[in-house]
């Protein structure tokens, strides 16, 4: 059976299927983790574990069926996507009953994505929806923000600066005493057909389609893996038509953790399988690491007036909101102590425990 081995996030995978988006495969080794896929019946694929707990449904239906569910039962979970099948994860291996027309990128996807972030977090690291890169000390920094925000694009403007790209659109965390560490993600950044162009003015830049069905482009800004690297600084990204120049803001730390909490990746599958673990990591993120709102005016020009970006602090410590935001928190935490508050408001008080 043909083999191929990837290094992705600081994991080694070996794999019978190619998994596009994982770079080169690399000289084989022990794997970290094995994936088998496998072509299935469609009664295999919707075979159920016996007596398993229904962990997550999605709310999007295909053909009238959650497009993702996903089950635990006996040391082992169990993720179904329509178009894809069912993955079956047990220990180090997983396990995909391929649903028929599934086609390879698909299925390199889904488990790049969803099945390789869960089975990361199950471990203990941490997986924001964010791209990230290095300078030549190996510090790094990472910015989150919502789908289209410009993540990518301001990536690959630190790329073709000359800083070395750590991941694009999933950074993984993992936490040593020295500090929270960034392993090495996509080697390839996603890029719309307009900065694709606009970077293409500037820098020789080769790109290739995504997939068939998508209009994103792929550009190629890492041939290897990196050495894992040291978390600098977060930001969150701030593209708003109301934001007229570029500038760095301090955030709060209730408002780090409600940034983390929003911007963090698949948080819907591995929160419920441990909600208070994983918490408490992002906590510990806010503790250890500066979260910043970086402000930047929504066009591609304005990436010419960043300000210095891996500074120790930011020029403008806090804002009215800032403090508007921890008068609040301190009311949902008195609140949270008579009984009265919820889950959700909750969260912002989990720093002054």
């Known amino acids: ?188 950044i996603r890029l719309t057909p307009a900065s694709l162009d606009h970077f293409r003015r500037r820098v020789n830049l080769t790109a290739a389609p995504e997939t068939a069905r998508s209009d994103k482009f792929h550009s190629l800004a890492r041939s290897g893996c990196l050495p894992d690297t040291r978390l600098h600084a977060i930001y969150v990204l701030d593209r708003s038509p109301r934001v007229l120049s570029a500038r760095i803001v301090e955030l709060a730390p209730s408002e780090s953790l409600m940034a983390l909490v929003k911007n963090s990746f698949i948080a819907c599958l591995s929160e419920p399988l441990q909600p208070q673990a994983r918490l408490a990591r992002l906590r510990d993120i806010v503790r250890r690491v500066p979260i910043r709102r970086l402000e930047l005016p929504d066009r591609h020009a304005a990436l010419e007036q960043l300000p210095p970006l891996f500074a120790a602090r930011a020029p403008q410590t806090r804002t009215r909101s800032d403090r508007d935001y921890s008068r609040i928190t301190a009311e949902r935490r008195r609140s949270c102590d008579a009984g009265t508050a919820n889950t959700a408001d909750s969260i912002g008080t989990l720093l002054t425990e």
């Open 1 to 188: 059976m043909p083999c191929w081995t990837y290094q992705i996030h600081g994991c080694r995978i070996a794999s019978n299927v190619p998994l596009p988006g994982a770079g080169k495969s690399v000289p084989s080794g022990c794997p970290d983790i094995s994936f088998a896929s496998f072509a299935a019946t469609e009664a295999r694929i919707d075979a159920a574990a016996a007596d398993p707990e229904h962990c997550y449904t999605s709310p999007f239906r295909i053909r009238g069926r959650p497009r993702v569910v996903l089950c635990r039962s006996h040391r082992r979970l169990e993720l179904r996507v329509i178009g894809c099948g069912r993955f079956v994860i047990a220990g180090k291996r997983v396990v995909l009953y391929r649903e028929p027309g599934a086609g390879v990128e698909d299925v390199a996807n889904v488990f790049l994505g969803s099945v390789l972030t869960l089975w990361l977090e199950c471990r203990g690291m941490v997986a924001l929806h964010a791209g990230a890169v290095a300078d030549r000390a190996g510090r790094t920094v990472a910015f989150c923000g919502a789908s289209g925000a410009g993540k990518s694009t301001l990536t690959q403007h630190l790329v073709s600066a000359g800083y070395g790209l750590v991941t694009d659109d999933v950074l993984m965390l993992s936490f040593r005493s020295e500090g929270i560490f960034c392993p090495s993600g996509s080697p390839s």
